[in-house]
């Protein structure tokens, strides 16, 4: 599948760590499909970040989401750029585990298959049981492999 995002591009070099964070943290809460905050170095040897937001190419969106850069970034202006992008088909299911419920994508296309568990969800019975991320996944994946072998897994 194909679809058409905006990426908004600004170089930032007086905002601290933790405010970069914010920003990026509120950009995603109000409907970004991805923020990155990238390292650049600037004229002069400054070093400054370069925040990146990916969001649905349409007219009001790009509105709001300068809006919101503004609003918590110092930046003074934007870049854009528009593309086109190939993308999996995603969905997301859940499947109970004695470990709890565990949330995971399916997304497929283009002879692509795979399932992941939800980083949130791992995270939970990672804490609970004093193990890792990957050991968590370890515990719940028999759970959601086992609906792909007895065929009630179905793929998009």
């Not at 995603?90 to 299911?93: A, I, L, N, Q």
């Given at each position: 599948m194909k679809d058409r995002i905006c990426e908004f591009e600004c170089n930032i070099d007086d905002m601290t760590a933790e405010e970069l964070a914010y920003a990026?943290?509120?950009?995603?809460?109000?409907?970004?499909?991805?923020?990155?905050?990238?390292?650049i170095q600037m004229k002069k040897g400054r070093?400054?970040?370069l925040l990146t937001v990916m969001f649905a190419d349409d007219e009001e969106e790009k509105?709001?989401?300068?809006r919101l850069?503004?609003?918590y970034t110092t930046t003074i202006g934007i870049r854009?750029?528009?593309s086109e992008r190939y993308v999996l088909d995603?969905?997301?299911?859940s499947v109970e585990t004695p470990y709890g419920k565990v949330r995971y994508k399916i997304v497929s296309g283009y002879g692509v298959k795979r399932v992941k568990p939800e980083y949130d969800d791992?995270?939970?019975?990672?804490?609970?049981r004093h193990i890792s991320i990957a050991a968590a996944r370890e515990l719940v994946q028999p759970y959601i492999?086992?609906?792909?072998?007895?065929?009630?897994?179905?793929y998009v």
């Open positions: 990026a943290e509120r950009l995603m809460i109000e409907g970004a499909k991805d923020v990155t905050l990238t390292p070093p400054a970040t509105d709001r989401m300068a850069l503004f609003q854009e750029v528009v995603r969905k997301e299911e791992l995270a939970k019975i990672a804490d609970k492999y086992r609906l792909i072998d007895e065929g009630e897994l179905k």
